[in-house]
Every structure is written in C-alpha cells, then in structure tokens.
Nanobody, 126 residues
Framework: QVQLVESGGGLVQAGGSVRLSCAAS????????MGWFRQAPGKERELVAG????????YVPNPVKGRFTISRDNAKNTLYLQMNSLKPEDTAVYYC???????????????????WGQGTQVTVSS
C-alpha cells in the first residue's frame, strides 16, 4: 500500500503559478504510475496529468497542455504538478493518484481501486 498527501494548494490570482506536491509513503514509490486529477463543484473528476514509474514519460491533456507540467522525484517519494498561467476555470480540488503496475508506460485509467490522496484546494481568482 501507499499513502498519499497533497500540499501546495491555495488562493492565486489569474495568470499566476502554483506547484502542488504529493508526498508518498509506504510501498516503494517507483512501483506506481502516478496521476493528478481535479474535481470542480458539480463536475466530474478529470485527469490533468500522468507520469510513468520512472518519470521519463508524461501525459497532459489538451485543456492544460503548455500550462501544467507533471514530474516526480523517486528519491524523495514525491510527485509534483507545476501549474502556470492559471485561469479561474482551473479552480478545483486537486488529487494525486497511484496505480500499482509493472508497466513502464503512463497509466490514465485510475479508478477507486487505486490509491488517492485527500486533495488540496486550488482557487484562482479573476
């Protein structure tokens, strides 16, 4: 098992930047493909970034491409999400997720059988 704790959220003005962190503990962090999700009020949870176990492959969907960057430091057991040029529509609770896998590739089909953090609120003011 792995435990995940997000941090770094808060209130930021439109156009600003925030870096979220997700600290992992428990089983070996590099055993997991990781992802960042967000959920805004009244909306479904959506994937905003994914990264492979080693960190050499990343995925960012079009709505945040060019603004969000995912990275990980396996030596520090930490996942990051750098968010730049933030917009009010980026306001949401952001979650990190871990998928236990032997695959070297990115994983995007996270579900309730995976491991999730408690979330951190990001609010972007206009």
């Amino acid at each position: 098992q792995v435990q995940l704790v997000e941090s770094g959220g808060g209130l930021v003005q439109a156009g600003g930047s925030v870096r979220l962190s997700c600290a992992a503990s428990g089983r070996t962090f590099s055993s997991y493909a990781m992802g960042w999700f967000r959920q805004a009020p009244g909306k479904e949870r959506e994937l905003v970034a994914g990264i492979s176990r080693s960190g050499n492959m990343t995925y960012v969907p079009n709505p945040v491409k060019g603004r969000f960057t995912i990275s990980r430091d396996n030596a520090k057991n930490t996942l990051y999400l750098q968010m730049n040029s933030l917009k009010p529509e980026d306001t949401a609770v952001y979650y990190c997720a871990a998928h236990d896998t032997s695959s070297i590739y990115i994983y995007t089909r996270f579900d309730d059988d995976d491991y999730w953090g408690q979330g951190t609120q990001v609010t972007v003011s206009s």
